[in-house]
């Protein structure tokens, strides 16, 4: 059988989640890792059994390996030209979420790849989850008007998480899960207004990190979509260890049922002498690693759930909901 030859660009924590999942495939081998911190880029040459290790993305390019496909997993602010050279080689790509800090380039990226057609993929992994078929199946029959969702927890222990300027924000770099979840179920969004706190983190809570924690402790966004969905997102990352979050996911309230999606574990149906909780029992970063690497032998864009051009669309709300934040005024999409 005649592997896909893989190529590897960031080796950090999430990279590692992916690899965990590539190395079960019999169809994959990755030939190429590169990240700058050589101690991760050589754990992961070893664990992988890659032939090559790389510095950074431009000397893995440099490095004129045969690739048939790349896997970008990097800080929101390191995405210096990764996918743009990949569109120019007509490499497909995975790249993980929140796929860049600037809306314009994502808007370029979007383009090259709708107008080249290329295979892309976006770290938009519950897609694939179990219970978001599931989710789709029982909303086909549902007349909903309210949502109300949340992720609640702590700060991610990485240094770009501290500030907005380099995540985002918890809405832009992690809720974002949701909100794309929200626009899988509902469609696009035509308004969004959001509003945001930092008056319980005291910087100070974490000295090691240069720069300092700056970002919001808290948001609400209320979004209104096209079919005349209101949800409301909230996210908070003050709760700590000793704190017990009360519940992540999404709450879907309709005329004659409503479903209670508990973050990646269940989802529970309630209607009129019905309550049935159906608990997630798949791997949704197997079947999305799984889905991208089929699309990739068939060169087929379609058969992927988050194609880059669909995952701007999500990025473009997250950053909506930034911009509202700053502005205090709804924006329309
Ligand atoms: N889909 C999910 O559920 C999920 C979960 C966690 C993180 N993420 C996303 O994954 C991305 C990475 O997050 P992480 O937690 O792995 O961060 P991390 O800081 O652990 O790793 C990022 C790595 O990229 C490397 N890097 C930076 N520039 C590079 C370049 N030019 N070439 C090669 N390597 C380079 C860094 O040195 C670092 O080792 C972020 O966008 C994050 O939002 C997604």
């Known amino acids: 059988m005649e592997k896909l030859k893989l190529g590897i660009i960031g080796c950090g924590g999430m990279m590692s989640h992916h690899v965990s999942r590539l190395l079960t495939f019999e169809d994959v081998q990755i030939t190429a890792v590169a990240d700058?911190?050589?101690?991760?880029?050589?754990?992961?040459?070893?664990?992988t059994g890659a032939v090559k290790v790389y510095a950074s993305h431009k000397e893995l390019f440099a490095g004129g390996d045969k690739l048939d496909a790349v896997y970008i997993a990097v800080e929101p602010t390191a995405h210096d030209g990764i996918e743009e050279e990949c569109i120019a080689r007509g490499l497909p790509f995975m790249v993980e979420k929140p796929m860049t800090m600037c809306l314009e380039q994502a808007k370029k990226i979007t383009d090259a790849v709708k107008a080249?057609?290329?295979v892309t993929a976006v770290g938009f992994q519950d897609r694939y989850l179990a219970?978001?078929?599931r989710i789709k199946k029982e909303l086909s029959d549902m007349k909903v008007g309210l949502v109300y969702g949340s992720w609640f927890g702590g700060v991610p222990q990485v240094w770009w998480w501290m500030k907005k300027a380099t995540c985002g924000g918890q809405l832009y770099e992690q809720n974002i899960h949701l909100l794309d979840q929200l626009r899988y179920f509902f469609g696009e969004?035509?308004?969004v207004y959001a509003v945001s706190g930092r008056t319980l983190i005291d910087p100070k809570e974490f000295p090691d990190t240069l720069p300092a924690y700056d970002t919001d402790d808290f948001s609400t966004a209320v979004i209104t979509f096209k079919n005349g969905v209101v949800a409301n997102l909230m996210s908070?990352?003050?709760?700590t260890g000793k704190g017990n979050p009360i519940r992540n996911g999404l709450t879907i309230i309709g005329r004659d049922k409503s479903l209670e999606y508990s973050l990646r574990n269940s989802v529970?149906?309630?209607?009129?002498?019905r309550?049935?909780?159906i608990v997630n029992q798949t791997d949704q970063s197997d079947r999305h690693a799984r889905a991208f690497l089929d699309a990739v032998k068939v060169g087929d864009p379609t058969a992927v759930r988050s194609p880059y051009p669909d995952a701007y669309e999500t990025l473009r709300l997250a950053a909506a909901a930034n911009e509202s934040i700053a502005s205090g005024n709804a924006v329309f999409l």
Request: with cysteine; glycine share 6%; hydrophobic share 30%.
């Open 36 to 47: 700058p911190r050589a101690e991760r880029a050589e754990a992961m040459q070893k664990r």
């Open 236 to 239: 908070c990352c003050y709760v």
């Open 116 to 118: 080249k057609g290329l």
């Open 275 to 277: 309550e049935e909780k």
């Open 189 to 191: 969004a035509e308004k």
């Open 268 to 273: 529970t149906v309630y209607e009129a002498g």
């Open 131 to 133: 219970v978001t078929d």
